[in-house]
């Protein structure tokens, strides 16, 4: 791979067309996600491993975080109409500080998230006749309108992404080595539809949620083993049915239906069946599942319940 130029010797041109707005604004909408995706299947050493005294993929994550209140300040600097945007901190004082390999990647991810959508919403009012507004980068010393400095923020974010990649690369169990979200989610449902508890609880994360159609929640492989295997002594042939899957990066939803049959005392009754349209969302982190939900209207399966329990 060829080695990536230092962020701080990039030179910008700063000539591109108002008309590049909407394009440039789509590819700073979609970091977050790309992001999520490239990461999918890194297990914790993978993301907080560091190249000697070079960040690792969830510090360049966190700095990512950092600098967007800077953008924000810069797009105020425009609306304010002052003739120099905001300096950044050139030594990166709050991501040295900010100690982010021992957050929660979790946590990292959805801050990316909704700080970003906070930039993209300042943004979208923005006219072409606006964008065109100028003012001089305090760094480069030259002048920059606002599509420009958006056209920065993307490249700043491809800048961090290259990096991660290259530390992926050169991690042997990284995830261009490991099962997608997709496969292990599928892995998942097998392992839920052969009632296996010991291979369910192999693909868990320890600090996995189970959220049922109820919205009761269930933490911690022992609670989840517990809950499956109680619901699987009251469903012994319990049995998730796939229809479709949408893949989004680490997040994977499953449509189709689950079935099932109540059990009296053991006996398995064909009148005490019943099959329900059912979804699924799974969030996968590490090669394992981290999260479980289910919807689905259980009211065919109450009416069974309740039936037998008022016998």
């Not at 492989?221 to 619901?231: E, F, I, L, N, S």
């Amino acid at each position: 791979m060829t080695p990536q130029k230092k962020w701080f010797d990039r030179i910008f041109d700063n000539d591109l067309h108002t008309w590049m707005f909407p394009n440039i604004v789509e590819r700073v909408r979609g970091t977050p996600a790309r992001v999520e995706e490239r990461i999918s299947g890194l297990d914790q050493n993978g993301l907080t491993k560091r190249d000697g005294d070079k960040w690792s993929v969830q510090e360049h994550i966190g700095h990512l975080v950092d600098l967007e209140p800077l953008w924000i300040e810069r797009l105020k600097d425009f609306e304010a109409g002052k003739d120099t945007l905001t300096p950044a901190d050139l030594e990166n004082t709050k991501t040295h500080e900010a100690n982010h390999n021992q957050k929660s990647i979790d946590d990292l991810l959805a801050a990316f998230r909704l700080e970003r959508s906070k930039l993209i919403e300042r943004l979208s009012p923005y006219d072409e006749s606006f964008v065109a507004t100028t003012a001089k980068h305090p760094r480069l010393q030259t002048d920059m309108n606002i599509v420009d400095l958006v056209y920065f923020i993307a490249e700043h974010d491809d800048h961090h992404l290259a990096r991660m990649t290259e530390l992926i690369a050169t991690d042997p169990r990284s995830s261009i080595h490991t099962k997608s979200a997709k496969a292990v989610t599928s892995e998942f449902i097998d392992a839920i539809n052969a009632h296996d508890l010991d291979w369910i609880c192999d693909l868990v994360t320890a600090d996995h949620v189970l959220v049922d159609s109820g919205g009761h929640v269930i933490q911690g492989t022992d609670h989840v083993r517990k809950a499956w295997g109680g619901y699987f002594s009251m469903f012994p042939d319990y049995e998730i049915a796939v229809a479709d899957t949408i893949d989004r990066a680490s997040w994977i939803v499953i449509i189709g239906s689950a079935r099932g049959t109540y059990a009296v005392r053991d006996t398995i009754d064909p009148e005490n069946s019943w099959t329900i349209p059912a979804a699924w969302l799974a969030g996968v982190r590490g090669g394992r599942v981290r999260h479980w939900q289910v919807y689905a209207d259980n009211d065919p399966v109450r009416r069974i319940l309740e039936r037998h329990h008022n016998k």
